[in-house]
Each structure stands twice: as C-alpha cells, then as structure tokens.
C-alpha cells in the first residue's frame, strides 16, 4: 500500500509538473496573442491615418486641378480673343488715308470664339 501511495505521489506530482508547463505554454500564447492584437491594431490606425491623409491630399489634388482648369479655360477665352482682334487688326490696316468704321461683336455670349470683325474701310482722297 505504501508503494501504491508512491506511485500515486508520483503521478500527481507529474501530472501537477505537466499542469504548471501547459499553463505556462497558455500564458505564454496569451502574451503572444496580445503583442500580435496590439501589433495588428497599430497597424490598422497606422493605415487608417494613412488613408484620411491620402484623401485630404487627394481633395486638395482635385481643387487645385479644378482651379488650373479654370484658370486655362479663361486663358483659352482670352487668347481666342486677341486672336480674333489681331485678324480685325490686319483687316484695319491699310496705309493710314481714309476712315475705318470697325467694329468688334460678340456673337457667342460671352465666349472669345464668336467675335466677328465688321465695318468698312474707305479710302480719302
């Protein structure tokens, strides 16, 4: 009975030994799942920062590709206005005797590219 009591310590004790390393092994695991948990939630914000950063930059990219556009819309009116001054220009041009009734007329509302040149160039004597 004695040895029966002994091998019985003995396998308690083993079976106290294999406890104690499992819960180790699990709290060890636990930790790991943590540090990983913290390193993936980092990692989230680290992108999500990421994200509102590119789409401010990208709000900003868009406002200033608008303002660009614009301001070569207005440019593109504009040369197409002198452009259409310059050919009344060389119509008016003669060799300085005489009157010249010429007139500049916007035919298209407000856009340079519907100027016409009318008028007349007489000749004095």
Request: aromatic fraction near 4%.
């Amino acid at each position: 009975m004695n040895w029966t009591i002994q091998r019985l310590q003995a396998e308690i004790d083993n079976i106290k030994y294999l406890c104690a390393k499992l819960e180790a092994t699990i709290s060890e695991a636990e930790d790991h799942r943590e540090l990983a948990l913290k390193g993936a939630h980092d990692k989230q914000e680290e992108l999500e920062a990421a994200l509102h950063q590119t789409r401010e930059n990208m709000a900003w990219q868009l406002r200033e590709y608008q303002e660009l556009t614009n301001v070569k819309l207005a440019l593109d009116i504009e040369i197409a206005t002198y452009c259409k001054l310059l050919e009344c220009r060389v119509l008016v041009k003669g060799d300085g005797v005489g009157t010249s009734n010429i007139s500049v007329v916007n035919s298209a509302g407000g856009s340079g590219s519907g100027l016409t040149c009318r008028g007349t160039i007489g000749g004095g004597g």
